[in-house]
């Protein structure tokens, strides 16, 4: 029981941290952006960051309806 209350706050904190990604984008994605700039990986992973919150967002949702059946 209580390990399943523990999956579920992880989940909804994950949902939550995710839209707070989405409000928040300009201010979290410019100091990433340019902490990047300087790697060559770098340039790589900018292509990954605008996709992060949804990334967030989406495990939060599959690990709130994982322990669900029916």
Do not use: D, R
Not at 47 to 52: G, N, S
């Amino acid at each position: 029981m209580l390990l399943n209350n523990m999956k579920l706050l992880f989940a909804v904190a994950m949902i939550m941290t995710g839209l707070l990604m989405v409000i928040f984008g300009n201010t979290w994605g410019s100091l990433v952006f340019e902490l990047l700039a300087g790697s060559e990986i770098g340039l790589w992973l900018e292509h990954i960051v605008p996709f992060l919150p949804m990334a967030v967002i989406g495990f939060g949702t599959v690990l709130f309806f994982s322990g669900k059946q029916g």
